[in-house]
């Protein structure tokens, strides 16, 4: 008898000592056992996904969160990019842009956005100005998806003096860009307050003022989309962040609000969505800190669910899954 419970008591704790990885997981899904596909990325953490589709693949980018685990602010020096044909199988790329590629740039690789246009692919960035006090956005330009990309702008498209309405030198970050019908360009971005301006054709210069737009508890993170005719402006809402969103007949509004699209990300304070539709099915991709044991709000992790929309336009009321997509 004194065996057996010694046996047991040696069986519980290699047991208890064993760490779970997320890729080692089966779920089970609809009485279904399914491997485990979000995070979509499980051996680095990465944060604010950005995702362009383009011909028959979809681009992920994002930022690298560097952060070790008793560090608890961001450290992110470098955006990454990885590409897939199915949602499901997603290849890494060399690393292919760093804030050391932004010569008046001098730290913090934030929440970004890639697109293209007449086979150029610009990458907007949020970066900390090297001699302008604050956050500021740039953008970089390549012929490739995968880059090389080069800063040939050579100074940031955005500055902080240039917005006036917050006390907070943070208020220029996270550029969403979108191209119109019309193929007039636009970019949003903020913190607190929403900004809009429109690009010149060239896309690294704006093209008259920088004017606001009212919504409520918007926090950060726009990202301006169109679904039929609808045009559509989600971002992060409160703090810690939901995923609210507001809809449009234009891009230059008025907005409507919607109310929220996804709830708090497991572990993050952040949640920063991207939203496309990649052979006829729409996706909802964000981030969360769900990576055991280090993960958290500086070790994020990226995650695609699929995204639903009713009848009339507005959006369902994301799930965020383990399973993720399945093949
Ligand atoms: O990754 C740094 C910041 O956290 C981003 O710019 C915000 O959107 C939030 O996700």
Not at 197 to 220: V, Y
Not at 221 to 248: G, R, T, V
Not at 268 to 275: D, F, P
Request: proline residues 5%.
């Amino acid at each position: 008898m004194k065996n057996i419970l010694l046996t047991l008591s040696l069986f519980i704790l290699i047991a208890s000592c064993k760490t779970i990885k997320p890729e080692e997981v089966t779920a089970f899904a609809n009485g279904k056992a399914v491997q485990n596909n979000n995070p979509i990325i499980k051996d680095k953490y990465t944060g604010d996904p950005a995702a362009l589709v383009y011909k028959d693949k979809v681009y992920l980018y994002a930022g690298h969160d560097e952060a070790p685990n008793d560090f608890n602010f961001y450290k992110m020096n470098e955006w990454l990019v990885y590409s897939t044909s199915d949602m499901v199988n997603w290849q890494e790329h060399p690393v292919p842009l760093k804030v050391t590629d932004f010569a008046w740039a001098k730290s913090d690789a934030w929440a970004a956005q890639v697109i293209e246009r007449k086979g150029k692919f610009y990458w907007y960035v949020t970066v900390s100005h090297g001699t302008i006090n604050g956050k500021a956005i740039g953008v970089a330009v390549s012929d490739s998806p995968t880059g090389p990309f080069i800063d040939t702008f050579g100074k940031a498209l955005i500055t902080n003096d240039m917005t006036t309405q917050t006390k907070i030198d943070w208020d220029d970050i996270d550029p969403t860009v979108f191209i119109d019908d019309d193929g007039q360009a636009y970019i949003f971005w903020g913190n607190t307050v929403c900004h809009y301006a429109k690009l010149k054709e060239n896309m690294t210069e704006l093209d008259g003022p920088i004017q606001t737009i009212s919504l409520p508890n918007f926090t950060e993170a726009p990202w301006i989309h169109k679904h039929n005719d609808w045009y559509y402006l989600s971002y992060a809402y409160q703090f810690p962040e939901k995923i609210a969103y507001a809809m449009s007949k234009s891009i230059n509004g008025p907005w409507e609000f919607k109310g929220i699209l996804n709830e708090l990300a497991g572990n993050s304070n952040t949640n920063h969505q991207s939203i496309i539709e990649f052979k006829g099915i729409p996706y909802f991709i964000y981030h969360n800190g769900s990576i055991q044991p280090d993960g958290g709000s500086f070790r994020r992790s990226v995650c695609v669910d699929k995204l639903y929309y009713n009848p009339d336009g507005t959006m369902k009321r994301v799930i965020m899954t383990s399973e993720g997509i399945q093949k």
